[in-house]
């Protein structure tokens, strides 16, 4: 079935970096654009990045445009985020997953596909 596996995550202090991965399998991963997403208690999902199947990548809210990239290697199901120079308002369980599969409520986090996430925390 389809899966998800973030990994990656931790403890950074600001000004830091962290790089986040994620194996998919239970579909065909180059067919599918994929994307972070990073969520807050209390707050919806907030999607961060995504990559379309030939590597090109959008989605980047304000709030991380010039520090994250996101990249992809189809021959392994991964997608990786590079976080630079974080901050404490980036603190959030992230998580991956294919745009076209999370289903409607995904700001929810409603979805049959979501992964466990891997925790980011930003602070001194």
């Known amino acids: 079935q389809v899966q998800f596996v973030e990994s990656g995550g931790g403890l950074v202090q600001p000004g830091g970096s962290l790089g986040l991965s994620c194996v998919a399998s239970g579909f065909t991963f180059n067919r599918y654009a994929m994307s972070w997403y990073r969520q807050v208690p209390e707050k919806e999902r907030e999607l961060v990045a995504t990559?379309?199947?030939?590597?090109?990548?959008?989605d980047f809210p304000n709030s991380v445009k010039g520090r994250f990239s996101i990249s992809r290697d189809n021959g392994r199901n991964l997608v990786w985020l590079q976080m630079n120079n974080l901050k404490p308002e980036d603190t959030a369980v992230y998580y991956c997953?294919?745009?076209?599969?999370?289903?409607?409520?995904?700001?929810?986090?409603?979805?049959?596909?979501w992964g466990q996430g891997t925790q980011v925390t930003v602070q001194s």
């Open positions: 990559i379309t199947t030939i590597g090109e990548s959008r």
């Open positions: 997953g294919a745009p076209a599969l999370m289903g409607a409520n995904w700001r929810q986090g409603l979805g049959d596909y």
